[in-house]
């Protein structure tokens, strides 16, 4: 089965910030990786597809970048409402995986 | 406007056969994959199996031997059946638009089912 890693598991941030969040397969997987962002309680709201293409009514900060097994989330400059935990999601081999999630909160 | 609306009992015994429906609105069953997925209470994201318009599916081999994902285009409804529940099966579990097929993204979601295995 496909491995997942993300990188950090768990950061502190301040409204402003840049933050990147990194996501990594074990084989590649192309374009076909997926973000998504959680609140507690909550489904997970998809963020950004096919590695880089922003889900419509996402705000324009979120962005994707990366191919092959090496990717990245970025937020240009972090909002209160963007405390949540993201995962990235795998839909090129089956079994469809997600990474095991990034908690972002405030510092 | 886009819904898929969840249904099912969420207290079970062990040993019990979990089972759950998704009804979908506004959107149509045809050339889409629908997806089962769950997340225990502080976890991750675990991917169950998948199911087309043609009643095509396909199945995480974790779970494929206790796992059936059925279609019921009529009625709109897929479902998910999971037989010999341990405390290991309690979870939030969502119905989602996508999967190892088109779309190859989870864009649209159920509002989530808990479940709770206990005897």
Redesign the interface.
């Known amino acids: 089965?496909m491995q997942m890693t993300q990188s950090p598991s768990s950061l502190s941030a301040s409204v402003g910030d840049r933050v990147t969040i990194t996501c990594r397969t074990s084989l590649s997987v192309t374009k076909?990786l997926?973000w998504?962002q959680q609140k507690p309680g909550?489904?997970?709201?998809?963020l950004i597809?096919?590695a880089s293409n922003l889900?419509s009514g996402v705000p324009s900060r979120f962005s994707g970048s990366g191919s092959g097994t090496d990717f990245t989330l970025t937020i240009s400059s972090l909002r209160p409402e963007d405390f949540a935990t993201y995962?990235c999601?795998q839909?090129?081999?089956?079994?469809?995986?997600?990474?095991?999630?990034t908690k972002v909160d405030i510092k | 406007q886009v819904q898929l609306q969840q249904g099912g009992a969420g207290l079970l015994k062990p040993s019990e056969t979990l089972s759950l429906t998704c009804g979908v609105y506004g959107v149509s069953f045809s050339g889409n994959y629908w997806s089962w997925i769950r997340q225990p209470p502080g976890g991750g994201l675990e991917w169950i199996g998948e199911i087309n318009q043609s009643g095509r599916t396909t199945y995480n081999p974790s779970l494929q031997s206790r796992v059936t994902i059925s279609i019921d285009t009529t009625r709109n409804q897929f479902s998910l059946k999971l037989s010999s529940v341990t405390a290991a099966d309690a979870a939030v579990y969502y119905c989602a638009r996508g999967g190892y097929g088109q779309p190859f993204y989870f864009d649209y979601w159920g509002q989530g089912s808990l479940v709770t295995v206990s005897s």
């Open positions: 089965d076909y997926n998504y909550k489904a997970p709201k998809l597809y096919e889900q995962y999601q839909s090129y081999s089956s079994p469809v995986a997600f990474g095991p999630g």
